[in-house]
C-alpha cells in the first residue's frame, strides 16, 4: 500500500541470510512457541509440513460456514443487501514472533463485527523478515465460523523500502509448465485452512512479460485450487507501478485476460464517483460484477475520522458503486488506552456513534455556518448484516475470545488474562438493537462474569416497560426434537423478568416467547424450552423480551442454545502426547501436546491441569489435535503434573479425558508456587450441562 507504510512490513535492511535460509530454525524436540507462517519465495519452495514442527500447530479445522442475509431484518433502513461487500485488511500481530495459538493478553485484537465482513486479509509481511505470510489458525477459526473468508498476504514492497525485483522474479519462476511458488501457495492455503491470497506487487522495474507471469501464476494456482486471488492496483500490465485508483485498460487483465485471472481487486485510495463509474463499465464489459472491486480507504492513521467519499461508493438510494476495502481498522484497538475502550472505538467504527445499527444518525459538531454532521456513520448504515448462524446446532456463550479470566461451565478455572479467536462465539448479529416504549435497557458484552469463556451478555437499566432485544439473524429449522436452552444469572433469587424470544420465516419481525420464569439463587441456572410445537417452522431471528417494573434490573445471559434431542457427548480423545517440553526454570515449562481427534462433532478440545488439591486449571483450548502451553508452574513439591484434555461438542458435551503425566525434576525452586499456571483452582470437576 503506497503513501503510509508500518515500519514493520517495510525494513529497508534486509539479512542476507533471511534470503537463502528457511524463515526460522527447525525445533527438535522442544516445548517452545510455534509462531505463524511467513517466508520468501525462495525459502517457500524448502517448506514441507511433515519437517516444519510449527505446521501442526498452525492448522485451523474449522470449515468455512454458509452465510444467510435476509433483506426484511436488515436493522439499517439506508443498509443494501446482495450488493457491495467488505474485504478488512488486518494487522494482529508482527511478520515475525507471532504466537500461532493466542498468548497470555487480554489486549488484542479481538473482532467482535464480522457480520459486516466479507474476507478478511492477514497482513502482513517484511523486507527483512519474510514476504508471504500465512494467517493465524485463531483468526481463521474465528473468520470461518462467521462465514468469513480469509486470506494470506504476498508483499513486494517498493525499493526504497527493502523492494528487490529478483524477490517477484524469483516468485513467478518455471519449471517446465508448473510454477513451483504457486504449487507452494496452494499447498499452504490447503494445510492451514484458508481460502486466498492477497497479491500485493509494489516492486519497480518490471516489464510486461514479469506481468503477464504473474497472471499466468494466478490462473495457474486457481487451476490447482481451491484458492483465491485478490490482485492489489498498483502494477499495470506494462509492468510498471502505476496506482490507477480504478479498473482501467492499463490494469483490467489482471481480473480477466481473457479468462478469469483474480477474484476481485483492491483499488487504491485515490478512487472518485467518476472513477467507479468508470470501473463498473469496464468490469461489466468483461462479465465481472462490479462488487468484485474494492475501492480502497486508508484507516490506519485516523480510523473513523477519515474522509471517506462515501456517497460516492455508497449513494443514497441507489446501487453501490463497489465494494468496500478497509485498510487497516485494527486502529480501533492500536489507538486505544486497553481493552474496554478498544470494543467503544470498534463499535462507532462498525455500528456508528449510537452503538445501534438502526440508527446511524450523529448529532452535528461546531457551531453556526461550521456545524456539519460527522461525516462517519458506522458501516451498519450501508452494509446489510449477513449471519452464519444456518445450522444447528446453534451454541454461543458470548465469548469474544478473550477476557481476564476463563469460566466453564460457570465455574472459574483460571485467572489473569487470555486471547484466543479459536474459541471465540459467533457473536450477536445485532449490536444492539433494543425497542421500548418505554426506558430502554442497555445491552453489553460484559466482562465481568462468565458461563464460558471470558464475558457474558448482559442487561441493565430501569425496567418500566416491555423490551425487545433482537441478537441474532438466523436460519434454523425446527424439527420434533429442537430445543432452546439459555443459562441465566441475577444478583438476587426472584423473577428474571426475561423471556426468550424467536420469530419464524412465515412472520420473521413477530415474535413467539417463553417466560424464563424465577431463578433460585445467585448462581448460574439454565431453562430449557421445547419447540416441537413448531416443528416444520424455521427460525428467523432470536432475541430476548423483558416484562415488568424493576427500577435497577440486571440479568446475565451466560448461553444460549438451539439444538435438537440430548446434548451430544463426544468420544475421548486418544494418544495424547508431550511432543516436547522447555524447562523455562525449575518450577515452569512451556509444552506441545498431540493427540488423536474424538470421534462425532467437536467444536474444540480444553486443555488442563490437574491440581494437588483435585481440582483443575484450565491451560487454553484449541479445535486442532495440537497445542502449545505457554506457562506450566509447579505446584508445591509435586514431582509430576497429570495434564488433561476433553472434547467439547458442537452442543458443549464434554468427553471423558484422555491425560498424560509431565514430570518434574529435582526439588522446588524458591519461590515454591503455591498455584499453577498463573490460573485458580476449583475443587470439584466440571459438569456437563443437561439437556
Avoid at 459486516?116 to 502482513?124: Q, S
Wanted: glycine letters at 10%.
Amino acid at each position: 500500500m503506497r503513501r503510509r507504510l508500518l515500519p514493520m512490513l517495510c525494513a529497508v535492511t534486509v539479512a542476507a541470510a533471511l534470503l537463502t535460509a528457511p524463515a526460522r530454525p527447525a525445533l527438535a524436540a522442544t516445548g517452545d512457541q510455534p509462531y505463524a507462517s511467513y517466508w520468501f519465495p525462495k525459502t517457500i519452495l524448502d517448506w514441507d509440513p511433515a519437517t516444519d514442527p510449527d505446521a501442526r500447530f498452525n492448522r485451523s479445522r474449522v470449515p468455512l460456514r454458509p452465510r444467510a442475509q435476509d433483506p426484511a431484518l436488515k436493522a439499517n433502513p439506508h443498509a443494501r443487501a446482495g450488493e457491495g461487500g467488505v474485504v478488512s485488511l488486518v494487522s494482529f500481530a508482527p511478520t515475525s514472533d507471532n504466537p500461532s495459538q493466542g498468548s497470555l493478553d487480554a489486549d488484542y485484537y479481538a473482532f467482535g463485527h464480522w457480520q459486516y465482513v466479507d474476507t478478511l486479509v492477514f497482513w502482513g509481511g517484511s523486507s527483512a523478515e519474510g514476504l508471504i505470510l500465512a494467517p493465524n489458525p485463531t483468526v481463521i477459526d474465528a473468520a470461518h465460523r462467521n462465514g468469513v473468508k480469509v486470506y494470506g498476504t504476498v508483499f513486494f514492497p517498493p525499493e526504497v523500502f527493502g523492494g528487490q525485483l529478483q524477490w517477484v522474479r524469483d516468485f513467478v519462476e518455471k519449471r517446465g509448465h508448473s510454477y513451483p511458488v504457486a504449487d507452494k501457495l496452494v499447498q499452504v492455503a490447503e494445510h492451514h485452512g484458508f481460502d486466498g491470497w492477497f497479491i500485493n506487487q509494489e516492486t519497480e522495474g518490471g516489464d510486461a512479460a514479469l506481468a503477464a507471469e504473474l497472471r499466468s501464476l494466478m490462473k495457474y494456482a486457481r487451476a490447482k485450487g481451491p484458492v483465491e486471488f485478490m490482485w492489489y492496483d498498483a502494477m499495470t500490465e506494462s509492468g510498471t507501478v502505476d496506482w490507477q485508483e480504478a479498473l482501467t485498460p492499463a490494469n483490467d487483465a489482471f481480473l480477466n485476460d481473457p479468462g478469469r485471472v483474480a477474484d476481485s481487486m483492491f483499488l487504491d485510495f485515490g478512487w472518485d464517483a467518476a472513477k467507479l463509474r468508470s470501473s463498473r463499465a469496464l468490469a461489466r464489459s468483461l462479465g465481472r460484477d462490479e462488487h468484485e472491486l474494492y475501492a480502497g480507504i486508508d484507516t490506519e492513521a485516523d480510523g473513523y475520522v477519515t474522509d471517506v467519499p462515501w456517497d460516492a461508493l455508497f449513494p443514497a438510494g441507489r446501487p453501490h458503486a463497489a465494494s468496500l476495502g478497509i485498510y487497516r481498522p485494527e486502529w480501533t484497538w492500536r489507538s486505544s488506552s486497553g481493552p474496554a475502550d478498544f470494543r467503544a472505538r470498534d463499535s462507532r467504527f462498525w455500528v456508528g456513534a449510537n452503538g445501534d445499527p438502526s440508527d446511524t444518525s450523529s448529532p452535528p459538531t461546531g457551531k453556526g455556518p461550521a456545524q456539519k454532521a460527522p461525516a462517519w456513520k458506522g458501516l451498519a448504515r450501508y452494509v446489510a448484516e449477513s449471519t452464519p448462524v444456518t445450522g444447528k446446532p446453534f451454541v454461543t456463550g458470548f465469548n469474544l475470545g478473550h477476557g481476564d479470566f476463563y469460566n466453564v461451565g460457570g465455574v472459574r478455572v483460571r485467572d489473569g488474562g487470555w486471547n484466543n479467536l479459536s474459541v471465540q462465539d459467533v457473536p450477536p448479529t445485532y449490536q444492539w438493537l433494543v425497542s421500548s416504549r418505554g426506558t430502554e435497557l442497555t445491552p453489553s458484552i460484559d466482562f465481568g462474569d462468565a458461563y464460558e469463556g471470558g464475558s457474558s451478555l448482559r442487561l441493565t437499566g430501569r425496567l418500566d416497560a416491555v423490551n425487545t432485544v433482537r441478537l441474532y439473524q438466523t436460519r434454523l429449522p425446527v424439527a420434533a426434537d429442537t430445543k432452546m436452552s439459555v443459562v441465566v444469572k441475577t444478583p438476587a433469587a426472584g423473577p428474571t423478568h426475561l423471556r426468550a424470544a424467536v420469530s419464524f420465516t412465515d412472520a420473521p419481525t413477530r415474535f413467539t416467547t417463553f417466560d424464563l420464569g424465577s431463578t433460585r439463587g445467585t448462581g448460574w441456572e439454565r431453562r430449557t424450552i421445547d419447540l416441537s410445537a413448531h416443528a416444520g417452522r424455521t427460525i428467523a431471528q432470536i432475541g430476548l423480551r423483558t416484562t415488568g417494573v424493576n427500577k435497577d434490573y440486571d440479568i446475565r445471559v451466560g448461553q444460549l442454545a438451539v439444538y435438537d434431542g440430548a446434548v451430544d457427548r463426544p468420544s475421548a480423545p486418544s494418544g495424547l502426547t508431550v511432543l516436547g517440553v522447555t524447562d523455562v526454570s525449575d518450577d515452569r515449562k512451556s509444552l506441545r501436546l498431540a493427540w488423536a481427534g474424538s470421534r462425532g462433532k467437536v467444536h474444540h478440545y480444553d486443555v488442563y491441569r490437574r491440581d494437588p488439591g483435585g481440582g483443575r486449571t484450565y491451560l487454553g483450548a484449541t479445535p486442532n489435535d495440537a497445542y502449545f502451553v505457554p506457562r506450566l508452574d509447579r505446584a508445591g513439591a509435586e514431582t509430576s503434573t497429570t495434564i488433561e484434555v476433553e472434547a467439547v461438542s458442537t452442543e458443549y458435551g464434554r468427553s471423558p479425558a484422555a491425560t498424560v503425566a509431565v514430570p518434574w525434576a529435582g526439588d522446588p525452586g524458591p519461590s515454591g508456587r503455591p498455584s499453577t499456571s498463573g490460573g485458580s483452582t476449583t475443587s470439584r470437576d466440571l459438569a456437563t450441562p443437561t439437556s
